[in-house]
């Protein structure tokens, strides 16, 4: 396990199931999460009768790393996952067996749609399910569960699976406070902890793809450096020149 310290990220190489486990009890008050969706988890062709087995065999390792998300949350923290219609059930499955029900599922609206093959209709959108802790609460009772966030299929640093950061921006800035630390345990090409450093947050950060890893290592520097640029700026334009003579 290879750990790396980036300003107010801390990044972790590995896998999640084994990271998770070594943080301490109630660290992070949010975390957004992106895990693979399972979507070609059935047999196909002349395979399986029924995916259900498959679903099932899934929610396990959803259940299990579901179960340590929460004893590393606050009592006000929340967990949000991104999933799709075909994850739901494996979703909903796990939720059941780790009590641990979803409060809400927002639909991400893409402004796009993509391939959806000669049969079906196109998808153009994305879910993500919210589980929350016993203090948890949205400030905000006017929002609704439909966020319409613009995306295409050219991703802007390369991962067959990211998200815009302005998303990851707007539920971090309505499901926690600028003192919270957001967790991630599938960094991918590091957009929640991009996300996260210029929201003023805190960020832990898991990924055990290398390269993907140094993707995120690079990404978030970026983002720290420009966060640290942007606190400069404001700290040189708030405080008074003790050396200006009054008018």
Known sequence: MRKEVIGDATLYLGDCLDVVPTLPAASVDLVIVDPPYMVNSKSDGMGKLSPWADICNASLWFNSWMNSTRTRLSQSGALWTFLNWRSLATYQKASCECAWPIESLLVWDKKWIGPGGQRGLR??????????????????????????????????????AEKPEDLMRWLIEI????????????????TVGAAAISSGRAYVGIEMDPTWF?????????????????????????????????A
């Open 123 to 160: 998808p153009s959108y994305e879910l993500a399910a919210l589980l929350v802790q016993p203090d948890f609460a949205i400030p905000d009772r006017g929002l609704p569960d439909i966020k319409a966030s613009q995306w295409s299929a050219q991703k802007p640093n390369g991962h067959p």
């Open 175 to 190: 499901s926690s406070k600028p003192d919270c630390i957001i967790g991630d345990w599938f960094m991918g090409s590091g």
């Open 214 to 246: 140094d993707v995120s290592c690079r990404r978030i520097e970026r983002a720290q450096r420009q966060a640290d640029l942007f606190s400069r700026k404001h700290a040189s334009e708030s405080t008074p020149d003790m050396f200006s003579v009054p």
